[in-house]
T-cell receptor, first 113, second 108 residues
Framework: DAGVTQSPTHLIKTRGQQVTLRCSPK?????VSWYQQALGQGPQFIFQ???????QRGNFPDRFSGHQFPNYSSELNVNALLLGDSALYLC????????????FGPGTRLTVT | RKEVEQDPGPFNVPEGATVAFNCTYS??????FFWYRQDCRKEPKLLMS???SGNEDGRFTAQLNRASQYISLLIRDSKLSDSATYLC?????????FGKGTRLHILP
């Protein structure tokens, strides 16, 4: 049973560019949440997708957008990258929206230069 | 003031000792509470949900004090493999908020 998978593992981008990160949830999970984790900080909630819609959103600008597909996989898009967007981006899946039994993927480490 | 606060540590504890962490939350509307464990350069893993009545899983015990707005995690008979960062998380308005984490080093 595959857990949560994310791609790519690492990414280097230049300021102003756009990036797309991908996530496949654990089998049987229908909800995907995205987090940004800067060094030395806890994960910061970006948004949650359920039934292909953004259900909840944290305090992130509109440059951060996402999508969920019918197979429950998800993408996180970040436009107009800033140096401060450098972080580990974590995807987590759960069976339902309650965050119980939430499993994280290994993350994508994004470096913006 | 951060909505979820934890002592960053590090806590340096000899193997076999008991260690306890607290986590405070500022919003009384918080609904659900969790402890996660995160190893260096790895993803967080759910350790346990925290219930009002308290709950135990082996050497780990979690407690919730709604009146004082804190949750606690107690680790008994600590092992070297318990060395990690422990994150508390709070669900409010269908969003989840993490603390910065507490670093634990178990010393041989």
């Amino acid at each position: 049973d595959a857990g949560v998978t994310q791609s790519p593992t690492h990414l280097i981008k230049t300021r102003g560019q756009q990036v797309t990160l991908r996530c496949s949830p654990k089998s049987g999970h229908d909800t995907v949440s995205w987090y940004q984790q800067a060094l030395g900080q806890g994960p910061q909630f970006i948004f949650q997708y359920y039934e292909e819609e953004e259900r909840q959103r944290g305090n992130f600008p509109d440059r951060f957008s996402g999508h969920q597909f019918p197979n429950y996989s998800s993408e996180l898009n970040v436009n107009a990258l800033l140096l401060g967007d450098s972080a580990l981006y974590l995807c987590a899946s759960s069976p339902g929206t309650g965050y119980y039994e939430q499993y994280f993927g290994p993350g994508t480490r994004l470096t913006v230069t | 003031r951060k909505e979820v606060e934890q002592d960053p540590g590090p806590f340096n504890v000899p193997e076999g000792a008991t260690v306890a962490f607290n986590c405070t939350y500022s919003n009384s509307a918080s609904q659900s509470f969790f402890w996660y464990r995160q190893d260096c350069r790895k993803e967080p893993k759910l350790l346990m949900s925290v219930y009002s009545s308290g709950n135990e899983d082996g050497r780990f015990t979690a407690q919730l004090n709604r009146a004082s707005q804190y949750i606690s995690l107690l680790i008994r008979d600590s092992k070297l493999s318990d060395s990690a960062t422990y994150l508390c998380a709070v669900k409010r308005d269908d969003k989840i908020i993490f603390g910065k984490g507490t670093r634990l080093h178990i010393l041989p």
